[in-house]
């Protein structure tokens, strides 16, 4: 029997996050360093990736490789995978975090807004995860993370959330992680998805504006706790999928929302 430390302890491990220089991702990759993981963490802007790479370094004196990448580009995919690998012998983690959101009335959402969006948030997470999951199976086994959004499971009122593909594109991951985790077992590669509700990060500071107000009351009266996610909400529940700590879980989608979907 493994001693609880153990379980949780992800030393000796590289963990690969998308969109790992901000917000969420950089939430979970602040979290697997002090796990012990060496981290690689991307995004399409150096500039936030090279600051969090040098602060989580400095902090938690793991290694942390920050590389450029779209990930609805699939030529960014592959020459950030091969970069990733040329570092790192093993990715024994990915986290797909990446994402993007876009606001319009309903009505009037434009087409080439609707295929950004699905390009980014299903497309390129399954052009990477099929990279990564190649090289998994090939070394005995690994673990990936599909970041999701309460969105997934529900309708959402056009005052708090004018942006009407979100919801299916994270639908479509729920989904996604289910068939691989069935798919994928065989080759000890486990899949799961968080889904978090409303986190304080950059994608959200929209929110919190004054000629917000209405719509950031609405979301606080429908969180039972009534306070938006932060750091620490975020990356104890990303170590316990990334560790041993759930090695008996696979397909699942861990909510992660204060209570939202409760209500």
């Given at each position: 029997?493994?001693?609880?430390?153990?379980?949780?302890?992800?030393?000796?491990?590289?963990?690969?996050?998308?969109?790992?220089?901000?917000?969420?991702?950089?939430?979970?990759?602040?979290?697997?360093?002090?796990?012990?993981?060496?981290?690689?963490?991307?995004?399409?802007?150096?500039?936030?990736?090279?600051?969090?790479?040098?602060?989580?370094?400095?902090?938690?004196?793991?290694?942390?490789?920050?590389?450029?990448?779209?990930?609805?580009?699939?030529?960014?995919?592959?020459?950030?995978?091969?970069?990733?690998?040329?570092?790192?012998?093993?990715?024994?983690?990915?986290?797909?975090?990446?994402?993007?959101?876009?606001g319009a009335p309903t009505l009037e959402f434009p087409l080439d807004r609707w295929d950004h969006l699905f390009n980014v948030n299903v497309r390129g997470v399954w052009i990477l995860t099929q990279k990564i999951a190649n090289l998994m199976k090939n070394q005995g086994g690994g673990n990936i993370i599909n970041i999701s959004s309460i969105m997934a499971f529900r309708g959402s009122e056009e005052l708090a959330h004018p942006a009407v593909p979100y919801n299916s594109t994270k639908a479509a991951i729920?989904?996604?992680?289910?068939?691989?985790?069935?798919?994928?077992?065989?080759?000890?590669?486990?899949?799961?998805?968080?889904?978090?509700?409303?986190?304080?990060?950059?994608?959200?500071?929209?929110?919190?504006?004054?000629?917000?107000?209405?719509?950031?009351?609405?979301?606080?009266?429908?969180?039972?706790?009534?306070?938006?996610?932060?750091?620490?909400?975020?990356?104890?529940?990303?170590?316990?999928?990334?560790?041993?700590?759930?090695?008996?879980?696979?397909?699942?989608?861990?909510?992660?929302?204060?209570?939202?979907?409760?209500?």
């Amino acid at each position: 029997m493994k001693k609880l430390s153990e379980l949780f302890s992800l030393k000796g491990k590289t963990a690969l996050i998308t969109g790992g220089g901000r917000g969420i991702g950089k939430f979970i990759a602040t979290g697997l360093a002090e796990a012990g993981a060496d981290l690689i963490v991307t995004s399409r802007k150096m500039k936030n990736l090279d600051a969090t790479a040098e602060e989580i370094s400095a902090t938690y004196g793991v290694q942390v490789l920050p590389v450029a990448c779209d990930v609805a580009r699939a030529e960014d995919i592959e020459n950030m995978v091969k970069t990733a690998t040329e570092k790192f012998p093993r990715i024994d983690i990915l986290v797909n975090n990446a994402g993007a959101t876009w606001g319009a009335p309903t009505l009037e959402f434009p087409l080439d807004r609707w295929d950004h969006l699905f390009n980014v948030n299903v497309r390129g997470v399954w052009i990477l995860t099929q990279k990564i999951a190649n090289l998994m199976k090939n070394q005995g086994g690994g673990n990936i993370i599909n970041i999701s959004s309460i969105m997934a499971f529900r309708g959402s009122e056009e005052l708090a959330h004018p942006a009407v593909p979100y919801n299916s594109t994270k639908a479509a991951i729920n989904l996604l992680t289910m068939n691989l985790a069935v798919k994928l077992a065989p080759y000890n590669i486990r899949v799961n998805a968080i889904a978090p509700g409303f986190f304080r990060t950059d994608m959200m500071t929209y929110i919190e504006k004054p000629e917000f107000k209405k719509a950031y009351d609405l979301i606080l009266s429908q969180i039972p706790m009534r306070r938006v996610g932060d750091l620490d909400d975020m990356r104890g529940v990303a170590v316990f999928l990334a560790s041993d700590a759930s090695a008996y879980m696979t397909g699942h989608v861990l909510v992660n929302d204060g209570g939202y979907l409760a209500k």
